[in-house]
């Protein structure tokens, strides 16, 4: 997280009314950034504590993702990882191509851009936060169209047509 967005995140929800139950997924126990966010939840105003939970690479990851009501992410796999397993997404990028990303899911209706590269866009990821949480239709909505925008059947597609290709049934 070289922009420290997890960290700006956890800031950003702390300065807020929101009580939910937020989950934490980072990739590296072994560094200055795991210690410092860890810091910040156990220093939570008393309205956040234990709200806010840190995991490192939980070997349940997918079943604690497919508990959430959305997914606060950047815009790399866990994004359509999300979008395919029906979870609204707030995406803030951490690099240009994940931009991209997020902008085409965000034309499909099943993301929203919470920033640009590495800058959170605090007043919309809250706002977005709270919209979703209190409306049940809209993130059904979205958890109805993400499957059928990311279907999980691309890899068999992609190996059909290279298979008609190499046969001469292009």
Same mark, same amino acid.
């Given at each position: 997280?070289? /922009?420290?967005?997890?960290?700006? $995140?956890?800031? !950003? ?5 929101l009580n939910n139950q937020f ?10 950034? $795991? ?11 008393? !309205? $956040?504590?234990?709200?806010? !939970? ?20 950047? @815009? %790399? =796999?866990?994004? $359509?990882?999300?979008?395919a397993r029906g979870l609204p997404?707030? @995406? ?6 994940? =931009?991209?990303?997020?902008? /085409? ?9 919470? %920033? !640009?590269? @590495?800058?959170?866009d605090e007043s919309k990821l809250?706002? =977005? ?16 169209? %993400? ?5 999980? @059947? ?13 046969? %001469?049934? /292009?």
């Amino acid at each position: 997280d070289p /922009n420290r967005l997890t960290e700006n $995140f956890i800031r !950003t929800i702390q300065k807020t009314d929101l009580n939910n139950q937020f989950q934490i997924v980072v990739g590296d126990r072994e560094n200055d950034d $795991f210690q410092k966010l860890e810091f910040l939840i156990e220093n939570s105003p008393k !309205t $956040f504590k234990g709200s806010i !939970t840190l995991y490192e690479r939980p070997d349940n990851f997918y079943a604690m993702l497919e508990s959430c009501s959305i997914a606060v992410v950047a @815009g %790399g =796999l866990i994004a $359509f990882e999300s979008v395919a397993r029906g979870l609204p997404v707030l @995406g803030v990028p951490q690099y240009e191509h994940q =931009l991209n990303t997020l902008e /085409n899911l965000e034309k499909m209706g099943v993301a929203y851009l919470c %920033g !640009t590269p @590495g800058v959170l866009d605090e007043s919309k990821l809250v706002t =977005l936060i709270s919209t979703l949480l209190k409306d049940q239709p809209l993130r059904q909505s979205i958890s109805e169209k %993400g499957p059928l925008v990311i279907d999980g @059947g691309g890899m068999d597609r992609v190996i059909s047509k290279i298979s008609q290709y190499l046969q %001469g049934n /292009n």
